[in-house]
């Protein structure tokens, strides 16, 4: 069975930092790109960062660059984003998602939730001002 596992988020003030894990089971986690995502209550599904299979691709929203990476350990099943520099409109809960298609069609204009393999469950990111 094919299960994603986010963590990492929690409650930080403007500024702060969190690291975010997706840790894969039941694949072999070096054969799948793996998508970051984010919804806020009452707003799309939007892509936040992708990371190819091969780690020679990493992309991301243009809201978010410079202050979030994305990064895998293959060895250890996970995929990390670290975000720093957090502000009260980055409140919202993360999603991990295998992407098929290798980030190749990053960034997605709109998500649709049945275009990606596998899926988390989420993790909430609150950022107080």
């Known amino acids: 069975q094919v299960q994603l596992v986010e963590s990492g988020g929690g409650l930080v003030q403007a500024g702060g930092s969190l690291r975010l894990s997706c840790e894969a089971s039941?694949?072999?986690?070096?054969?799948?790109?793996i998508g970051w995502f984010r919804q806020a209550p009452g707003k799309e599904r939007e892509g936040v960062s992708c990371?190819?299979?091969?780690?020679?691709?990493?992309y991301y929203l243009d809201s978010v660059k410079g202050r979030f990476t994305v990064s895998r350990d293959n060895a250890r099943y996970t995929v990390y984003l670290q975000m720093n520099s957090l502000k009260p409109e980055d409140t919202a809960v993360y999603y991990c998602?295998?992407?098929?298609?290798?980030?190749?069609?990053?960034?997605?204009?709109?998500?649709?939730?049945?275009?990606?393999?596998?899926w988390g469950q989420g993790t909430q990111v609150t950022v107080s001002s």
């Open positions: 998602a295998s992407d098929p298609r290798d980030c190749r069609l990053w960034p997605p204009r709109r998500v649709k939730s049945y275009e990606y393999d596998y």
């Open positions: 039941g694949i072999t986690l070096d054969y799948y790109a």
């Open positions: 990371i190819s299979s091969s780690i020679r691709s990493t």
